[in-house]
C-alpha cells in the first residue's frame, strides 16, 4: 500500500471544558495536537495505511508534543522540520451547544509559515499514492512556495492531487484573498473536498453540481462535499452518490472532515486508485466508500478533538 502524503499547518489546539459559551467566557481548555493536514494524515495511518506529514514547528514543548503525538499514531515526522524562527501556532476554541466552533488563532508568525521549498525533496513522496493539502498554509509566506514544489514533486512521482480548503477566514487579511489563494489551486487537484457551506465562496457556484461541472472542466476528476448532519456526497464525471449522516449525539465538530476526507483517502490508496482511475470508480464503489468514511466521521464528532478511529474502534462501535 502507497503512501498519502499530507502538508500543512501543525498546532495545538486548545478545546474547552465547557459549552455552549462564547470563547471569552471559557476557563478552561485541554491541549489538543491539531492541523487539518495533521488530522489527515492521522486518520489514514490509524485505520491502518501509511502516512507521511510535511511541516514544520518550533522549537517549543508545544511542537515536541505535536512530534509525539503524530509518531505515536503511526504518522511518518521524518518531514516535520523544528526552527527558532517563531513558535508553533495555537488555536483556542469555543463549542456552542451544537459542538459548532469559533476559533482564536494565535499564529503571527508561527513556525509553519516559514516551511522553505529547499527543504521539500523528491525522496519524500517516493511511493506516494498522494499528496494532501489545504488553504490555511497558501498565505504569502515561505510555505506557500513549499506547497508549489510539493504538488510538483508529488505529480512527477505520480500521485494524485486532494485539496481539501478547509476555509479559516480569521486567518487571512481578507475573505477575497482567502478565495484567490483556493481559486489558484483548485486546478492542481485531482480530488476536491469541500463542505457545503464552502461551495459557493470556493467555486462561484451555487450548487453542488455546477460547482463540480465547473472543477472538471479545470481538470479535477472527483468531488467530495461533506453536509453535516446532511450526510455527504461524490461526483465524477461518470458517477454520482450520496449518503446520510450517522444519528449520533456530537460532542465536537472538530476534525470531522479531516476525518472523512482522511478514511477516503485511506480506501482510494488501499484499493489502489490513481489519478487515471479516479474518474473511473464504478457508482456501486461509492457506496462502500461513503458509508465507511460516514462511520469514521460520526465516531469523531463523539469525542472532544479531533479523535481519529481505528478500524477494530469502529466495529465495537458497531457492536461487531
Not at 476554541?93 to 525533496?121: C, H, M, W
Not at 463542505?195 to 462561484?204: A, I, L, M, Q, R
Request: aromatic share 8%.
Amino acid at each position: 500500500m502507497k503512501k498519502v502524503v499530507a502538508i500543512g499547518e501543525l498546532l495545538i489546539d486548545f478545546v474547552p471544558q465547557q459549552r455552549g459559551c462564547a470563547l471569552d467566557e471559557v476557563v478552561q481548555f485541554e491541549r489538543v495536537a491539531g492541523g487539518a493536514p495533521a488530522n489527515v494524515a492521522t486518520a489514514v495511518a490509524r485505520l491502518g495505511g501509511r502516512a507521511q506529514m510535511i511541516s514544520q514547528v518550533g522549537e517549543d514543548a508545544f511542537g515536541t508534543h505535536i512530534l509525539k503525538t503524530l509518531r505515536a499514531n503511526g504518522v511518518d515526522t521524518s518531514s516535520v522540520f523544528r526552527t527558532e524562527r517563531a513558535n508553533t501556532a495555537l488555536a483556542f476554541v469555543s463549542l456552542d451547544k451544537n459542538g459548532n466552533r469559533e476559533f482564536s488563532f494565535y499564529r503571527n508568525p508561527s513556525a509553519d509559515l516559514f516551511l522553505d521549498e529547499a527543504q521539500i525533496t523528491p525522496d519524500i513522496f517516493a511511493d506516494c499514492a498522494a499528496l494532501h493539502f489545504c488553504s490555511v498554509d497558501l498565505v504569502d509566506a515561505p510555505v506557500k512556495q513549499a506547497h508549489r514544489k510539493a504538488i510538483r514533486l508529488a505529480k512527477d512521482a505520480g500521485a494524485f492531487l486532494s485539496f481539501d480548503p478547509n476555509v479559516r477566514l480569521p486567518l487571512w487579511d481578507s475573505p477575497e484573498s482567502c478565495q484567490a489563494a483556493i481559486r489558484e489551486f483548485l486546478p492542481c487537484a485531482d480530488l476536491v473536498k469541500l463542505s457545503d457551506d464552502e461551495v459557493e465562496f470556493c467555486t462561484g457556484c451555487k450548487t453542488e453540481r455546477e460547482a463540480a461541472e465547473l472543477l472538471f472542466s479545470q481538470g479535477c476528476r472527483l468531488l467530495l462535499v461533506t453536509r453535516g448532519a446532511d450526510g455527504a456526497a461524490v461526483y465524477t464525471p461518470n458517477a454520482s452518490a450520496e449518503t446520510e449522516a450517522l444519528p449520533v449525539t456530537v460532542a465536537d465538530t472538530t476534525g470531522a472532515g479531516d476525518s472523512f476526507i482522511g478514511s477516503f483517502l485511506y480506501q482510494l490508496t488501499r484499493d489502489g486508485v490513481t489519478a487515471e482511475t479516479l474518474a473511473d470508480i464504478p457508482q456501486e464503489k461509492f457506496a462502500d466508500y461513503l458509508t465507511f468514511s460516514s462511520e469514521c466521521s460520526a465516531y469523531t464528532v463523539q469525542h472532544k478533538g479531533a479523535v481519529m478511529p481505528t478500524e477494530e474502534e469502529l466495529k465495537m462501535e458497531n457492536g461487531e
